[in-house]
């Protein structure tokens, strides 16, 4: 499968990572996901427009505003429902963004087009943590 594939390959050439949809909640996968990433050594970089910081961590209003910032988008981590997550993922795609993961039970056939035309690694209905797990790095 294309996506297992291309999870390995993100998880083994890429240590950043945006996560837009970040939840300060710790029982939502959108926290511990992030949390346990950083346990592994990747820098974590959350986007929520209602949340300013986190545990030290500075939280971003939106992607702009990473970017803006000086952040590279290595790869983006969407936490957001299917139908918030295709423009999300396309508007990383127009900002530079190396990679885009839809997180499990999130698809975008626009956002995996697009992916595809402009040559970013693309992951949809994978959830980080456990491919992370799986491939044991």
């Known amino acids: 499968m294309i996506y297992k594939e291309n999870a390995k390959k993100i998880l ?3 240590k950043t990572v945006v996560v837009v949809g970040f939840s300060k909640s710790p029982e939502k996968a959108a926290n511990y996901v992030p949390i346990y990433l950083i346990e592994m050594g990747y820098r974590i970089v959350p986007v929520n427009p209602s949340m300013e ?9 939106d992607l702009e505003a990473v970017v803006a910032d ?3 988008l290595e790869v983006v981590e969407i936490f957001r429902p ?3 997550a295709e423009s999300i993922a396309l508007k990383a795609i127009e ?3 190396k990679a885009v993961w839809l997180q499990k039970g999130i698809y975008s056939e626009k ?3 697009a992916a595809d035309e402009n040559g970013v690694v693309y992951v949809e209905d994978l959830c980080m943590f456990e491919e992370h797990r799986r491939i044991s790095l």
């Open 12 to 14: 083994e050439t890429f």
């Open 53 to 61: 910081e986190y545990s030290g961590l500075k939280v971003y209003p």
């Open 70 to 72: 000086g952040i590279e």
């Open 82 to 84: 299917s139908e918030e």
């Open 95 to 97: 900002l530079g963004a």
């Open 111 to 113: 956002a995996q087009l």
